[in-house]
């Protein structure tokens, strides 16, 4: 996770409640840092990815969520920089709607059209403000919504990307 993101993170901290509750981490590796790095004061931090890692806790594809866990068991579901490496991020997204309980937040980022491919392991997709406002954030009021280039080049602004949080209605 590049420092612009963990820096967002803190910055929109204020968006969530001071005690997490239960929080599933969808594509957890740490790679240059972690949502549970900046996230404290929760009951429980459950790491997924695909692959093992630093900060994994479960080896499992984020599709099978509420098989796993169940409906509505968890406050706080953070998928930082993962979907565009998710063969079906919307299978993924909605098996984290469903672990999410009502009034509970979904903090995300993803990288924006320019951001360069990353294979790690495999990189599918993009997306833009509607993608995310009207597809991965329906059903959630929006908060903390912003979009920025985690890197500067000769001065100019490189490797977009748009981070939110949501609470589900």
């Known amino acids: 996770m590049d420092k612009k993101i963990i820096d967002w993170m803190k910055r929109t901290r204020k968006f969530l409640p001071a005690d ?73 997204m909605k098996a984290m709607d469903g672990v999410l309980k009502k009034g509970g937040y979904y903090v995300l980022c993803v990288p924006t059209f320019g951001f360069p491919i990353h294979r790690h392991p495999k990189d599918y997709w993009r997306m833009n403000e509607e993608a995310v406002r009207e597809v991965v954030l329906d059903g959630y009021n929006v908060h903390g919504y912003e979009e920025f280039a985690t890197r500067e080049h000769e001065g100019k602004g490189i490797n977009p990307v748009i981070c939110a949080i949501g609470r589900k209605l």
Request: with cysteine; glycine share 10%; charged share 25%.
């Open 20 to 92: 997490l509750g239960r929080v599933l981490d969808v594509g957890s590796l740490n790679v240059n840092g972690s949502a549970k790095d900046v996230y404290h004061n929760f009951n429980e931090y459950i790491g997924i990815d695909i692959r093992e890692g630093k900060g994994v806790d479960m080896i499992m594809n984020g599709h099978s969520l509420v098989h796993k866990f169940g409906k509505n068991s968890f406050d706080v579901v953070v998928c930082m920089n993962m979907l565009e490496h998710d063969d079906k991020f919307w299978l993924t």
